[in-house]
């Protein structure tokens, strides 16, 4: 049965597209077919890092509009034949999506994909509100400060009273917790909020700690998802929390200063 | 002649029906024993004779009728009036009580705020909770809504009778009822008990760490709130129209 997993975040530039382009490539990589869906509407940029800008003949919106078929629109990943892209419209905005025209299209993928990933757009407005409502799992993308994790307590109360699964009284959506561009240092001086502080605030589950790393702007500007950059601390982070969504169990990383086993191994008294 | 079947038209409205809320003392009686009720009456009004002269009162049966005592309403009420008290209605009781005091003009409520009785409570679960609050008031005043999942910032919660919640309330999140407010967790946001007027309701919490609390228009917000009684169980109630915030927990 196909999962239809939402990255989504309520605030804006917390990582939902890095995220995105990552999980979807490491669903891909780990031998599951899988669809990335860019739901922001006339701010693209999935496109951009996966590294298909440049193939994109038809979008999401020429689908809804039944100006092309689905499998025209369809970009097929350069770095794995598993992986789909459905790009979004640069010239249109989110009034140009619906919600049965987006139903249609995501029922259409689950005959042929085993993951569908909706990249939603930042905000609580109609594109987010669509790239959550069909959803089956929710990865919730949050930076340790006090904004985003407000932004995203209100996308969770959006998940729990809005979507599909809400409204039909069914199993509610899994929501997953993903912190973005930690750093332990910065936690340690006081400056960023720590694992346990979020947790404290949202009590979800952890899927994964992504720490701040130079990987992942090296990786949007070379469109190429940072989990492929395997030997990078970001693109690790990310493949244990494939890992862990299928079901794997991986130790949590990147959450302790780096510099603090040594520190304590070399500690001079 | 008689007026009473006409309306005249050029004469303004003389009258309107209010809803109001008032506070009354309640009778809880646990004995049939009518001559023990009298003397143990006499004894409570004579520590504050001010205070209970004329005073409406309503007797509560529940605690009678579980034993299985038989009372008599009429001597009953003959004896509170004795004691200068006056008998405004009757709770709890049983068919035959309750028309024993409405042939005594004596009106007959039912129990809420406190129900002990199964019968009449009826449990309502929402399991996602709803965005906007609720308008119908017609609805049982007995209901409590008993929630189990978090209640997330911008979500607002309406109860009409108590409200219960076992999961943790947002910074951002309000929740209403028009009893009292049990949270089990950690409450961030806005709690409002009592919000028809009811002055007796509680608010309790797991932890408070509210924006807001308030009972029946008495208000505080978080900067007001004492570091003493932050991060522990609560309870919140009104005492002479100030909040009092206090341990639940009591050390003896």
């Given at each position: 049965m196909a999962r239809i997993i939402v990255v989504t975040s309520g605030k804006g530039g917390v990582g939902k597209t890095t995220t995105s382009a990552a999980i979807a490539m490491g669903l891909a990589k780990k031998g599951h077919k899988t669809a990335v869906i860019d739901f922001d509407v006339g701010l693209r940029n999935l496109d951009l890092i996966m590294g298909c800008e440049r193939r994109v003949v038809y979008d999401f919106v020429n689908v809804i509009n039944g100006e092309a078929t689905l499998n025209q629109a369809l970009i097929r990943d350069k770095n794995c034949n598993l992986l789909y892209i459905l790009p979004a419209s640069q010239t249109r905005d989110k009034d140009a999506l619906s919600q049965e025209g987006v139903g249609k299209i995501l029922e259409e993928l689950k005959k042929d994909f085993k993951y569908i990933v909706c990249d939603s757009p930042a905000g609580i407005e109609k594109g987010a509100h669509l790239a959550m409502y069909f959803a089956d799992d929710a990865f919730v993308v949050t930076n340790p400060e006090v904004s985003s994790v407000r932004d995203s307590d209100r996308m969770l109360g959006i998940l729990a009273s809005k979507s599909r699964r809400a409204e039909h009284n069914e199993e509610p959506i899994k929501e997953y917790l993903l912190l973005t561009r930690y750093s332990p240092e910065r936690v340690k001086l006081g400056e960023m909020l720590s694992v346990d502080d979020v947790q404290d605030i949202l009590s979800l589950h952890l899927l994964g700690v992504i720490p701040e790393s130079k990987s992942v702007l090296n990786a949007s500007n070379s469109g190429?998802?940072?989990?492929?950059?395997?030997?990078?601390d970001a693109g690790q982070a990310y493949a244990d929390i494939v890992a862990r969504y299928l079901g794997e169990n991986r130790p949590h990383r990147f959450?302790?200063?780096?510099k603090g086993f040594f520190g304590k191994l070399f500690r001079s008294k | 002649m008689s007026t009473d079947s006409h309306k005249t038209p050029n004469t303004p409205l003389t009258l309107e029906f209010k809803s109001s809320t008032f506070s009354v003392p309640v009778l809880v009686l646990s004995s049939d024993n009518l001559v023990v009720i009298e003397q143990q009456l006499q004894e409570k009004i004579s520590l504050a004779p001010e205070f209970f002269r004329n005073s409406p009162l309503v007797l509560d049966l529940q605690e009678i009728n579980k034993h299985g005592y038989v009372i008599d309403i009429a001597a009953l009420t003959d004896i509170i009036r004795k004691a200068g008290l006056l008998p405004i209605g009757i709770r709890g009781g049983n068919v035959q009580q309750n028309k024993q005091a409405l042939e005594l003009l004596i009106p007959v409520y039912s129990i809420h705020s406190g129900g002990v009785s199964n019968e009449t409570q009826k449990q309502k679960k929402i399991i996602p909770p709803v965005s906007e609050p609720k308008?119908?008031?017609?609805?049982?005043?007995?209901t409590t809504t008993l929630i189990t999942q978090p209640i997330r910032s911008g979500q607002r919660i309406y109860s009409v009778g108590d409200l219960v919640i076992l999961a943790q309330v947002s910074a951002g999140a309000e929740i209403m009822a028009e009893g009292n407010i049990h949270v089990y967790n950690t409450l961030r946001g806005r709690a409002l008990a009592g919000v028809r007027g009811n002055t007796e309701a509680r608010i309790f919490c797991f932890d408070l760490q509210a924006e807001l609390i308030s009972i029946a228009g008495n208000y505080k917000i978080s900067e007001d709130l004492d570091e003493t009684v932050r991060n522990k169980p609560v309870q919140i109630y009104l005492q002479d129209q100030a909040l009092i915030i206090k341990d639940i927990v009591q050390h003896h």
């Open positions: 190429t998802p940072v989990i492929l950059d395997e030997k990078s959450i302790d200063d780096k | 308008t119908d008031t017609g609805a049982d005043v007995t």
